[in-house]
């Protein structure tokens, strides 16, 4: 009974995921007919990254008649790191006043919720035929049904930077890590701390900068500085290392050290 509470909720996730696709569309607002044609942020990317990945996976899960980890594995993408991470972060640029980089997470966004609906089809019929009616397609490249698609095989107009989506990986880590310590430690939205991340390698400083807003974003933080291996550490904060990264938290003036230890 559980199992079933819990896979009707995940319809509505679904549906709800759709609804916030369609809020932010513009009035006429149509799809472009290939992803490669924008400029894609890093988050763009990694989500797309993980769509191609979850479709190859899909395909042989099916072949080998393995329908329990496709199932499984359709839900994980779709939840944990669509809707509960790259939908967040593309709100960054949905709400925000580059046109371009608006337009990039428009189309990755109908990118993933047209190919999630067609894998999700043969499980899930009846939502997935009523949302794929409601999809902006390009023009005249909508069938008369969902029925009628392609079952996905592979996302061929999508070139993925694997170095960049794995790096994207540490930084949503980073990101949990700093929600996870602002819950234990009782701070609050109102106080917006100022979080640092001091980097293992170097090189990695121009893609943590590009990530300042989404991090600030997703988290609730103040300021976030990006600080080279061989810089001091900030003062007045909780420190925790995650991979070859350290993240600080400033909690001085925030908490009573002192009563927490």
Same mark, same amino acid.
């Given at each position: 009974?559980?199992?079933?509470?819990?896979?009707?909720?995940?319809?509505? &996730?679904? *549906?709800?995921? $759709?609804?916030?696709?369609?809020?932010?569309?513009?009035?006429?607002?149509?799809?472009?007919?290939?992803?490669?044609?924008?400029?894609?942020?890093?988050?763009?990317? *990694?989500?797309?990254?993980?769509?191609?990945?979850?479709?190859?996976?899909?395909? #042989?899960?099916?072949?080998?008649?393995? /329908?329990?980890?496709?199932?499984?594995?359709?839900? !994980?993408?779709?939840? &944990?790191?669509?809707? +509960?991470? =790259?939908?967040?972060?593309? #709100?960054?640029?949905?709400?925000?006043?580059?046109?371009? $980089?608006?337009?990039?997470?428009?189309?990755?966004?109908?990118?993933?919720?047209?190919?999630?609906?067609?894998?999700?089809?043969?499980?899930?019929?009846?939502?997935?035929?009523?949302? /794929?009616?409601?999809?902006? =397609?390009?023009?005249?490249?909508?069938?008369?049904?969902? =029925?009628?698609? !392609? /079952?996905?095989?592979?996302?061929? !107009?999508?070139?993925? !930077?694997?170095?960049?989506?794995?790096?994207? +990986?540490?930084?949503?880590?980073?990101?949990?890590?700093?929600?996870?310590?602002? +819950?234990? %430690?009782?701070?609050? #939205?109102?106080?917006?701390?100022?979080?640092?991340? &001091?980097?293992?390698?170097?090189?990695?400083?121009?893609?943590?900068?590009?990530?300042?807003?989404?991090?600030?974003?997703?988290?609730?933080?103040?300021?976030?500085? %990006?600080?080279?291996?061989?810089?001091?550490?900030?003062?007045?904060?909780?420190? &925790?290392?995650?991979?070859?990264?350290?993240?600080?938290?400033?909690?001085?003036?925030?908490?009573?050290?002192?009563?927490?230890?």
């Amino acid at each position: 009974v559980h199992r079933i509470i819990g896979y009707r909720l995940f319809c509505t &996730k679904i *549906w709800n995921a $759709a609804k916030m696709f369609f809020a932010y569309c513009p009035e006429g607002f149509r799809a472009g007919k290939s992803i490669s044609d924008f400029k894609l942020s890093a988050a763009d990317n *990694w989500i797309l990254t993980k769509l191609k990945q979850v479709i190859i996976s899909s395909n #042989k899960n099916m072949e080998d008649h393995q /329908y329990g980890t496709f199932t499984n594995d359709l839900y !994980d993408f779709f939840q &944990k790191q669509f809707c +509960d991470v =790259y939908i967040e972060a593309s #709100k960054v640029a949905l709400q925000g006043s580059d046109e371009d $980089a608006k337009l990039a997470a428009l189309n990755t966004l109908f990118t993933v919720l047209d190919n999630s609906f067609r894998l999700f089809h043969p499980m899930m019929p009846y939502i997935t035929e009523e949302l /794929y009616q409601r999809l902006p =397609y390009p023009e005249g490249a909508m069938k008369e049904s969902i =029925y009628l698609t !392609d /079952y996905p095989q592979d996302l061929e !107009d999508f070139k993925s !930077d694997e170095e960049s989506a794995q790096k994207f +990986d540490q930084a949503n880590t980073i990101m949990g890590e700093i929600r996870s310590n602002f +819950d234990n %430690i009782g701070i609050q #939205k109102k106080h917006k701390p100022e979080v640092t991340i &001091k980097l293992g390698n170097d090189a990695d400083a121009t893609f943590y900068e590009g990530l300042n807003e989404t991090i600030k974003f997703m988290t609730g933080s103040g300021e976030v500085k %990006i600080a080279l291996s061989g810089s001091e550490n900030p003062t007045g904060s909780i420190s &925790k290392c995650i991979g070859d990264d350290t993240l600080f938290i400033k909690v001085v003036g925030i908490i009573d050290i002192k009563q927490e230890i």
